[in-house]
C-alpha cells in the first residue's frame, strides 16, 4: 500500500485510486426539498498503516465527514465506511441520502469492446460499445418495485480484455445498488452505490458499508463467477453439497432425485376477494395413480411435492393449513397418498408457505401481518386466495410454528418446499415488530431454518445469495426465459442494455445449492424444442424437474404427456449424469454464447451446440456420448432464442 499525500493518490491490491473522486453522493435539501448531488468531496486527513488507510472525506457544499477505511484484505481491495461515524454539521438544512463508493474506479474505454455483468437475472451482460448514453441501476436482491429483474446477487463485473474486476457488496447490501454509466461513443464505468436514509426523518443508520474488489485475470465472465463461488464458500459460510450429504440421508436423495410438483388445484378466477370457486386438477386418489405410474416409467427416485392440500387449494388461504382440502379427498386421502409415495421409495413433501397471507383466511392474524411506511397492511401479488399481504416473519412462528410439526406428523418426510420464501426485499412499519430490509429478509431465513431442522433439507423459491447459507435447493434460477417473457415490463434503456442473459450466478453456486430448470416438464418452453431446450439447461447446469396433474386446468402438464416428455432428461440428470449436481465447476467456456464446454471437479465434461443442436457426454473412463435427438419436437419450427439470449442476440 503506497500513499501519495500530493496527489491524493492510493496504491493498493493492485489498483490506483484517486481520493479526490474517492466518493459521490446526494443530499435531501430541506429548504429546496429535492435531491442534489454532491461530487466536492475531499481527503482532509489520514491515517495510514501497513495494509490500511483510513481517511477522512470531507463535502465543503454539505458539510459532511466521511470517514473510509481502504485495506488490502487477502485478495481483495476493501473499501468501506465505518458504521455509526458519519458526520452531518448542517443536517438542519440538508441530510445525507446516498453514497457511491470509487464511482470512477472501474473507468473503461466504451470503444474498447468491454462489458459489464449486472446482478439482474443470472446475470446481464452489457456490451459498451454501440450504447447511447445511458445510466442504469440495479437494487442488490431485488427491489420489489423492479421485481421483474429478479436480482440475485451482491456482486457486479467490469470485463475487458486486459484483466477484469469483480466487485462485491459485502456490508450494507440490503441497502444498495449496483450502477453503471453507458457511453458507447465515449468511457463507461460501474460502482455501487450505497443508501444512507430512506427518508429524510431517518436517523443516521449503524451501518457498515463495504465494498470488495478484486482482479481477475482474462475477460471471460466464468473467472469471475468462480472467484465470487469463492467468496461465497471463504467469506459467507457455505458449506458444499458434496461434504453436506456425507452425513444427511434426507439432502443425498433429494440431490439424486428429481423434483416433482403434484398440482391439486386453485381457485379461479384470481378475485380480490378470494371466493372463485375450487377447481380440480388432480384429487389424492388420482395423485397416487400418478405416482404408482411414474415409478412403472422408471422414475426411480423423486421427491413429490404436492401442491394445493391446504384448504381452497393452492395459495387458497393463507396462513391456515387444516383441515386438509376435503374436495381432493380430506386428511385420510391424503394419508394415503403419503404412504403411497413413501411405498415407492420417494420422499414426499407439502408445497408450503411461511410469508404470505390473507385477510378472508381463518387464521388471519391481524397483529402479525406486516405495514408499510403509510400504516396500510402489506400487499403483495393478486392470487387465487385473493388479493395477498405479507406476514412480519419476526413474529410468524409466534403463532404458526405448531403447523409445521402437524404436517411433518402426517407422515411427510423429504426436502421440504417453501413457496415465495425470498421473492424481494420488504420491510415492516408495525410498531410492535419493526423490521427493516435487512430484519426482514433474515428473518425469512430464520424461517427456512424451522423445517430444515425437522426434515433435514429445505427448497426455497427465489434463492438470493443471502439466502445461500440457509437452503439445500432453490427451487430454479431465474434466467434468460424470464428475462424474455418479461422483457416488455423492463425499462426500455435497461432492456437495450441487455446484451444476453448468462449463467454467472448458475457457475457460482452449482455444488452449494440444487436448482431446476422449467416446472411444465422440466425443459419444454415454446416454441423451443424439447431437445434444444434440455441443451440449454445442460448448458446452465439445471436439473429437470416436473409438474403434473390429472386435469390440465393450472400449471401442471396432464402426466402421461410430463412422463414421456421428461423421460430422456431424466435418464440424462440422474443416470448418465448420476451424482453430478452436487459438483462444482471446474471450468467453464462460453465460446460466443452459442456453444460451450464444461467440465466438472469429478472430470465429467459436457459441450453444448445450441445452433446445430447437438451435445455430448464424457465420463472419466467412459466414452463420449452423444445426446440423441427428443423424442417430443415442437411443432413449430425455430431458430429460437437460446438459454444464454437476450435482446441483441
Given at each position: 500500500?503506497?500513499?501519495?499525500?500530493?496527489?491524493?493518490?492510493?496504491?493498493?491490491?493492485?489498483?490506483?485510486?484517486?481520493?479526490?473522486?474517492?466518493?459521490?453522493?446526494?443530499?435531501?435539501?430541506?429548504?429546496?426539498?429535492?435531491?442534489?448531488?454532491?461530487?466536492?468531496?475531499?481527503?482532509?486527513?489520514?491515517?495510514?498503516?501497513?495494509?490500511?488507510?483510513?481517511?477522512?472525506?470531507?463535502?465543503?457544499?454539505?458539510?459532511?465527514?466521511?470517514?473510509?477505511?481502504?485495506?488490502e484484505d487477502g485478495p481483495y481491495l476493501s473499501i468501506s465506511i465505518p458504521?455509526?461515524?458519519?458526520?452531518?454539521?448542517?443536517?438542519?438544512?440538508?441530510r445525507l441520502m446516498d453514497v457511491s463508493l470509487a464511482p470512477r474506479l472501474l473507468e473503461q474505454d466504451s470503444r474498447a469492446g468491454g462489458h459489464f455483468v449486472m446482478p439482474s437475472f443470472s446475470g446481464a451482460l452489457v456490451a459498451h460499445a454501440g450504447q447511447p448514453a445511458a445510466r442504469i441501476r440495479d437494487r442488490v436482491y431485488m427491489a420489489q418495485e423492479e421485481w421483474e429483474k429478479f436480482t440475485l446477487m451482491n456482486c457486479f463485473v467490469s470485463l475487458s480484455s486486459a484483466g477484469s474486476v469483480l466487485g462485491i457488496v459485502d456490508e450494507g447490501d440490503f441497502n444498495a445498488w449496483i450502477e453503471a454509466d453507458l457511453d458507447g461513443a465515449g468511457t463507461s464505468a460501474i460502482w455501487a452505490t450505497f443508501a444512507i436514509r430512506h427518508d429524510v426523518g431517518e436517523v443516521l443508520p449503524q451501518e457498515t458499508k463495504r465494498l470488495l474488489l478484486r482482479r481477475i485475470a482474462g475477460a471471460g465472465y466464468a473467472r469471475a463467477a468462480f472467484a465470487y463461488r469463492e467468496y461465497l464458500l471463504e467469506r459467507r459460510g457455505i458449506v458444499p453439497l458434496a461434504d453436506r450429504i456425507a452425513d444427511n440421508p434426507v439432502l443425498d436423495y433429494s440431490a439424486r432425485a428429481m423434483r416433482v410438483k403434484i398440482f391439486h388445484g386453485h381457485k379461479a378466477p384470481y378475485r380480490q376477494d378470494g371466493a372463485s370457486p375450487l377447481v380440480s386438477c388432480a384429487t389424492f386418489a388420482e395423485s397416487e395413480h400418478m405416482v404408482r405410474a411414474m415409478h412403472a416409467a422408471g422414475i426411480a427416485k423423486a421427491v413429490v411435492t404436492l401442491v394445493g392440500w391446504n384448504p381452497g387449494g393452492h395459495d387458497g388461504a393463507w396462513p391456515q393449513r387444516f383441515p386438509i382440502e376435503p374436495a381432493f379427498g380430506g386428511e385420510a386421502g391424503l394419508r394415503?397418498?403419503?404412504?403411497?409415495?413413501?411405498?415407492?421409495?420417494?420422499?414426499?413433501?407439502?408445497?408450503?408457505?411461511?410469508?404470505?397471507?390473507?385477510?378472508?383466511?381463518?387464521a388471519f392474524d391481524l397483529e402479525g401481518a406486516a405495514r408499510d411506511e403509510h400504516g396500510l397492511l402489506l400487499a403483495s401479488g393478486l392470487w387465487a386466495g385473493g388479493q395477498t399481504l405479507k406476514a412480519c416473519p419476526t413474529v410468524y412462528l409466534d403463532r404458526y410454528a405448531g403447523d409445521v410439526t402437524r404436517l411433518q406428523e402426517l407422515g411427510f418426510t423429504g426436502s421440504y418446499y417453501l413457496d415465495a420464501q425470498a421473492t424481494g426485499l420488504w420491510r415492516c412499519h408495525d410498531h410492535r415488530h419493526p423490521a427493516d430490509e435487512r430484519q426482514f429478509a433474515m428473518s425469512l431465513t430464520r424461517l427456512l431454518q424451522y423445517p430444515r431442522a425437522l426434515f433435514g433439507a429445505v427448497s426455497c423459491e427465489g434463492g438470493p445469495a443471502y439466502t445461500l447459507p440457509f437452503v439445500d435447493e432453490v427451487a430454479h434460477l431465474h434466467g434468460a426465459r424470464e428475462f424474455r417473457q418479461l422483457r416488455d415490463r423492463l425499462d426500455p434503456i435497461y432492456a437495450r442494455a441487455v446484451n444476453r442473459i448468462i449463467p454467472f450466478y448458475n457457475i457460482a453456486v452449482h455444488g452449494l445449492v440444487l436448482y431446476q430448470g422449467a416446472w411444465d416438464t422440466g425443459t419444454a418452453e415454446q416454441p423451443i424444442s424439447h431437445h434444444h431446450a434440455l441443451l440449454t439447461q445442460l448448458a446452465c447446469g439445471a436439473r429437470p424437474g416436473m409438474e403434473i396433474a390429472m386435469r390440465e386446468l393450472g400449471p401442471g402438464t396432464e402426466y402421461l404427456r410430463a412422463i414421456a416428455e421428461i423421460a430422456l432428461p431424466h435418464e440424462i440428470a440422474f443416470d448418465r449424469l448420476a451424482g453430478i449436481h452436487v459438483q462444482q465447476f471446474?471450468?467453464?467456456?462460453?465460446?460466443?454464447?452459442?456453444?460451450?464446454?464444461?467440465?466438472?471437479?469429478?472430470?465429467?465434461?459436457?459441450?453444448?451446440?445450441?445452433?446445430?443442436?447437438?451435445g455430448s457426454i464424457r465420463r472419466p473412463g467412459e466414452d463420449s456420448w452423444r445426446i440423441p435427438p427428443s423424442p417430443h419436437p415442437r411443432s413449430q419450427p425455430h431458430r429460437s432464442p437460446s438459454l444464454m439470449e437476450g435482446a441483441h442476440a
Open positions: 500500500m503506497k500513499l501519495d499525500r500530493d496527489r491524493a493518490s492510493l496504491v493498493a491490491a493492485g489498483f490506483t485510486l484517486d481520493l479526490r473522486s474517492l466518493l459521490t453522493a446526494t443530499q435531501w435539501s430541506r429548504t429546496e426539498r429535492r435531491r442534489q448531488s454532491i461530487g466536492d468531496f475531499a481527503p482532509i486527513s489520514y491515517h495510514l498503516g501497513a495494509t490500511r488507510l483510513r481517511v477522512m472525506m470531507h463535502s465543503a457544499t454539505m458539510g459532511a465527514h466521511v470517514p473510509v477505511v481502504i485495506a458504521a455509526g461515524e458519519i458526520l452531518e454539521t448542517r443536517g438542519a438544512g440538508a394415503s397418498l403419503i404412504s403411497a409415495c413413501r411405498e415407492l421409495g420417494y420422499q414426499v413433501v407439502p408445497h408450503d408457505n411461511l410469508t404470505d397471507i390473507y385477510q378472508n383466511s381463518p471446474a471450468s467453464y467456456v462460453d465460446h460466443d454464447g452459442r456453444r460451450f464446454s464444461l467440465a466438472y471437479a469429478d472430470g465429467t465434461a459436457i459441450d453444448i451446440d445450441l445452433d446445430a443442436d447437438e
